[in-house]
């Protein structure tokens, strides 16, 4: 019997992969010798209980029953591992789906009959204080209000977050780690053989990133709160990197500036696959581009810092006038690209004109020293399909009608003209527009402004 326990200890897996970190624990989970090193010790573990064959006596069949259990859960991580650190390693995982995640792994290990996942976060918008938000579960059918939002050091699941301790169900009962305090269950429906906190670890400063409590569990390990942090580790490990992936793309997809999309994330991800959603729905798609009329001269006559707050003031006023399915971009220095999906020609051209008006009558600093004597914008709009069949094909139709409108006088928003084949009165159009000054600042209105 010592023999086979020497071959593969639980114990050992789960104070191991805590303490190594996720990319150590993937290496070393994934890697081919990794793996096929954790079968083949699967495998001779097996053959060593088919060699045992009955033993008498009560502490024989105990001992089997438990090392039965060991293999399970072996067999159990074996398979749920390589999906989940997979992922995990994804570069577009969300935090979201962190939980999921999690729920997988503590389902592999314990098969147990509930799990619940809390993650901490602020009561309300812009609050100090945090509570606790149910975001995964499994084997409640429906979810009490008691369970839904629980707030720190309310019943068992906020005790754990605001003493950071897991806790099995005879730690509750013989009151040692409560200091004889009697902590009441959050409600009779949840059930607390293990429960605790995941923590992250910033500075030296714990700090809860949420709360899983697992309930009537098939499988029981030898060393059950060991193999509980090796979850909620694992856990709150994903969600401190999704977290910080998800910075890292809204920084490299965002304009530092305006806090608007930038030209490379606009393009490369999110404008395309809004126009492909539309073709694929038979929806239209339009493009509305614009920029400041005489930036040049705004930035000359009042220095660079008062430029940048009116583009600063620019990106707030275009994030209120969005709809919830637009996309904004800050296509380059003083030029934005506004995509409205679902959205007609006509219907885009009002509302561009509607934000052309709101613009004209914001009462921006330094606004009287303009030659028009305030902030004003000139625009173009492009539809799909008519005008273009990609988005790069509407924006340089879009920009064809922003650059007659310059032409016209400025502060105004003009469509895109199509051209009709065998129509002579086109003609002087296409050749004003074949005559587009060269770009002067990456915008493709040279020095017009």
Not at 41 to 46: I, K, N, P, S, V
Not at 307 to 315: A, H, N, V
Request: charged share 25%; with cysteine.
């Amino acid at each position: 019997m010592e023999s086979i326990l020497a071959i593969l200890s639980i114990e050992s897996l789960a104070v191991i992969l805590p303490a190594v970190g996720l990319s150590l624990s993937i290496g070393f989970l994934l890697g081919r010798a990794g793996w096929r090193d954790l079968h083949d010790r699967h495998r001779h573990l097996e053959a060593q209980f088919e060699r045992v064959g009955p033993i008498p006596g009560e502490a024989h069949k105990r001992e089997i029953a438990r090392m039965r259990r060991e293999l399970d859960t072996v067999a159990n991580l074996a398979r749920a591992l390589p999906s989940i650190v997979r992922d995990l390693n994804r570069d577009d995982v969300e935090p979201d789906d962190v939980p999921r995640l999690i729920l997988q792994l503590a389902n592999a290990i314990f098969e147990p009959r509930q799990i619940l996942l809390y993650i901490a976060d602020s009561a309300t918008p812009g609050s100090r204080e945090r509570v606790l938000h149910l975001k995964e579960h499994k084997g409640l059918t429906e979810i009490p209000d008691a369970l839904r939002t629980v707030r720190m050091g309310e019943g068992k699941i906020g005790w754990v977050a605001k003493h950071q301790l897991d806790m099995l169900r005879d730690d509750w009962e013989t009151l040692r780690t409560t200091n004889r305090i009697h902590v009441t269950d959050n409600h009779p429906a949840l059930q607390t053989d293990v429960i605790g906190p995941l923590i992250h670890y910033a500075q030296q400063r714990p700090r809860v990133i949420g709360v899983l409590c697992i309930g009537d569990p098939r499988i029981r390990p030898s060393n059950e709160k060991l193999m509980f942090q090796m979850v909620t580790n694992f856990g709150s490990h994903g969600h401190v990197s999704t977290q910080n992936m998800k910075r890292q793309r809204t920084a490299a997809h965002h304009d530092g500036l305006t806090g608007l999309l930038n030209k490379r994330g606009f393009l490369e991800d999110v404008a395309a696959k809004s126009l492909v959603a539309c073709e694929q729905t038979a929806k239209p798609f339009s493009i509305f581009i614009f920029d400041i009329d005489h930036f040049k001269n705004f930035n000359d006559t009042n220095g660079h810092p008062a430029g940048d707050e009116l583009l600063r003031t620019m990106g707030r006023l275009i994030r209120a006038q969005l709809r919830p399915e637009d996309l904004a971009c800050r296509y380059g220095g003083e030029e934005f690209v506004i995509a409205m999906p679902n959205t007609d020609r006509r219907s885009a051209h009002a509302l561009a004109e509607k934000f052309r008006h709101t613009i004209e009558i914001e009462p921006f600093e330094h606004r009287e020293k303009q030659p028009s004597g305030m902030v004003s914008i000139s625009g173009g709009v492009a539809s799909f399909p008519k005008d273009g069949a990609s988005v790069t094909e509407l924006i340089q139709h879009a920009d064809q009608a922003l650059y007659r409108a310059k032409k016209g006088g400025r502060n105004m928003v003009t469509e895109y003209k199509g051209i009709d084949i065998g129509d002579p009165s086109a003609l002087p159009a296409v050749i004003e527009g074949l005559g587009d000054p060269s770009p002067g600042d990456g915008t493709g209105l040279g020095e017009i402004g």
